[in-house]
T-cell receptor, first 114, second 111 residues
Framework: ETGVTQSPTHLIKTRGQQVTLRCSSQ?????VSWYQQALGQGPQFIFQ???????GRGNFPPRFSGLQFPNYSSELNVNALELDDSALYLC?????????????FGPGTRLTVT | DQQVKQNSPSLSVQEGRISILNCDYT??????FLWYKKYPAEGPTFLIS?????DKNEDGRFTVFLNKSAKHLSLHIVPSQPGDSAVYFC??????????FGGGTRLMVKP
């Protein structure tokens, strides 16, 4: 049990629509990352937020955007959905002041784009 | 360009024997390595990690070995148990705390 929750668990959207996924942690860790995991592949880094600011971004287009709130919970927004956006979306919290701490993942949100 | 690779998509082992999962990386800037275990319909669960300044880290039945010159790490599970059956991901972390994952290895431990 990592104490990281994500909502919703599953959702189905139509191509061109927009979606918002949410993530929170019980532990109050201030660094949150989002990953996309396509079927049969490892998770791919989308971006990271630290104290409400984007702190790094992977190779994803600007239609993938995020927010982090003062309580450190986070949202991932995807605009103009494409079929290839169908995937498991994972968030992970990392604690501590810099350095190399493990990231703890939520159960994920399964997004299907039709 | 895959910076972290797990070349074996699957591995089958008898209960009680050793499971060895391998991972190769190309980016010498990675300085921390982690193994995660994933069951279906769950997020990855952290298993064990190793800093690049070490060559071995042990935690119970799990040992991770790092060979920096070969850019290779491995996870040993001894003895393997049926409950270890899952997909295992290795991940490498840089100074920005971004994780780069391999494609995963599905481990099946047969009773």
């Amino acid at each position: 049990e990592t104490g990281v929750t994500q909502s919703p668990t599953h959702l189905i959207k139509t191509r061109g629509q927009q979606v918002t996924l949410r993530c929170s942690s019980q532990s109050g860790h201030n660094t949150v990352s989002w990953y996309q995991q396509a079927l049969g592949q490892g998770p791919q880094f989308i971006f990271q937020y630290y104290r409400e600011e984007e702190n790094g971004r992977g190779n994803f287009p600007p239609r993938f955007s995020g927010l982090q709130f003062p309580n450190y919970s986070s949202e991932l927004n995807v605009n103009a959905l494409e079929l290839d956006d169908s995937a498991l979306y994972l968030c992970a919290f990392q604690g501590g002041a810099g350095g190399y701490y493990e990231q703890y993942f939520g159960p994920g949100t399964r997004l299907t784009v039709t | 360009d895959q910076q972290v690779k797990q070349n074996s998509p699957s591995l089958s082992v008898q209960e009680g024997r050793i499971s060895i999962l391998n991972c190769d990386y190309t980016n010498s800037m990675f300085d921390y390595f982690l193994w995660y275990k994933k069951y279906p319909a769950e997020g990855p669960t952290f298993l064990i990690s190793i800093s690049s300044i070490k060559d071995k880290n042990e935690d119970g039945r799990f040992t991770v070995f790092l060979n920096k010159s070969a850019k290779h790490l491995s996870l040993h599970i001894v003895p393997s148990q049926p409950g270890d059956s899952a997909v295992y991901f290795c991940a490498a972390q840089n100074a920005g705390n971004m994780l780069t994952f391999g494609g995963g290895t599905r481990l099946m431990v047969k009773p």
